[in-house]
């Protein structure tokens, strides 16, 4: 069936270094996708989203890469801080409404 | 300022008891939703309101009644509460139209007994 779905549930990374989260999604037809951050105990929070005209895209300390080809969506996070521990959703739309990947846990280590 | 805001933010209830959750959205969208986040952090659509008028009903137990009374509420009634029914409930809203980010709230923990 079609899904969005992440490579890795968990990533622990040291603080200072750049994280990457994966995410594979199946259906072509997709056009926007967003990446979402779920801090405990609060929503999901966006971050950045990308349409399918373009391949990257850049916001503060975040990069969006999408690559239609292989139907992958990445999130790097620059300079990882431990702020940045959380569960990260990739969403796409497929007309309404968003569907959900999984989620990955980051840990950063101090 | 609150974006957007659900009550309560916890719920602990019996087997069979009705409650409901408030949703309400101070962006001025026009689209509201309401989520389901299992144990997994699994999130899955439950509704979508568009200007007060439901767009979307997913495969939801008609125990669950979404209510509507102008575009920046959103409120889930639910009936004669199940031990499944235990997760959180996000709300969420966005500016109408396809491609739109949409903005959660903090989510309500319902726990059956």
């Known amino acids: 069936g079609e899904s969005v779905g992440l490579h890795l549930p968990t990533l622990s990374v040291q603080e200072g270094d750049n994280s990457i989260i994966n995410c594979a999604y199946s259906?072509?037809?997709?056009?926007?996708f967003i990446w979402y951050k779920q801090e405990s105990g609060k929503g999901p929070q966006f971050i950045i989203d990308?349409?399918?005209?373009?391949d990257k895209r850049q916001g503060q300390r975040v990069t969006v890469l999408l690559n239609k080809t292989v139907k992958h969506l990445s999130l790097q996070i620059a300079a990882t801080q431990p702020g940045d521990s959380a569960v990260y959703f990739c969403?796409?739309?497929?007309?309404?409404?968003?569907?959900f990947g999984k989620g990955t846990r980051l840990s950063v280590i101090a | 300022d609150t974006a957007v805001s659900q009550t309560p933010k916890y719920l602990v209830t019996q087997m069979g008891n009705d409650k409901s959750i408030k949703c309400e959205q101070n962006?001025?969208?026009?689209?509201m939703y309401w989520y389901k986040q299992d144990s997994k952090k699994f999130l899955k659509i439950m509704f979508s309101?568009?200007?007060?008028?439901?767009?979307i009903n997913e495969t939801v137990p008609n125990r669950f009644s979404p209510k509507s009374p102008d575009k920046a509420h959103l409120n889930l009634h639910i009936n004669s509460l199940e031990l499944g029914d235990s997760a959180v409930y996000f709300c969420?809203?966005?500016?109408?139209?396809?491609?739109?980010?949409?903005?959660f709230g903090d989510g309500t923990r319902l726990s059956i007994l």
């Open positions: 969420a809203s966005s500016q109408g139209g396809r491609n739109q980010p949409q903005h």
């Open positions: 259906n072509s037809a997709s056009d926007y």
């Open positions: 990308i349409r399918s005209n373009m």
């Open positions: 969403a796409e739309n497929r007309d309404t409404p968003l569907v």
């Open positions: 962006l001025g969208h026009d689209t």
């Open positions: 309101y568009n200007n007060k008028e439901l767009i």
